[in-house]
Nanobody, 117 residues
Framework: QVQLVESGGGLVQPGGSLRLSCAASGFTLDYYDIGWFRQAPGKEREGVSCSRGRDGSTVYGESAKGRFTISRDNAKNTAYLQMNSLEQEDTAVYYC??????????WGQGTQVTVSS
């Protein structure tokens, strides 16, 4: 059974940091692109970052550049999103997804990130 489980969300003050984790099961993450998306209330889903399985290259959305870092630990079948210098505008439900960066096949259930003072 293919499954992606996110964790690490929570409440953080502006300027703070969080690290999200995405644990994959039922398939080997090595060969898949793994990406992070987010959706804020009333807004469309937005691509945050993606790591390509074939060469490890990474891409970032404009809002994430310079502040967020995607990584993966294939031995643990887990991907991460390190988020620094968080802003209130980063408040959203964050989802990890695997398959291809453009059209993922598998999605997690999401984890809430709230940036507030």
């Amino acid at each position: 059974q293919v499954q992606l489980v996110e964790s690490g969300g929570g409440l953080v003050q502006p300027g703070g940091s969080l690290r999200l984790s995405c644990a994959a099961s039922g398939f080997t993450l090595d060969y898949y692109d793994i990406g992070w998306f987010r959706q804020a209330p009333g807004k469309e889903r937005e691509g945050v970052s993606c790591s390509r399985g074939r060469d490890g290259s990474t891409v970032y959305g404009e809002s994430a550049k310079g502040r967020f870092t995607i990584s993966r630990d294939n031995a643990k079948n887990t991907a991460y999103l390190q988020m620094n210098s968080l802003e209130q505008e980063d408040t959203a439900v964050y989802y990890c997804a695997a398959g291809s960066c453009e059209v993922p096949d598998y999605w997690g259930q999401g984890t809430q990130v709230t940036v507030s003072s």
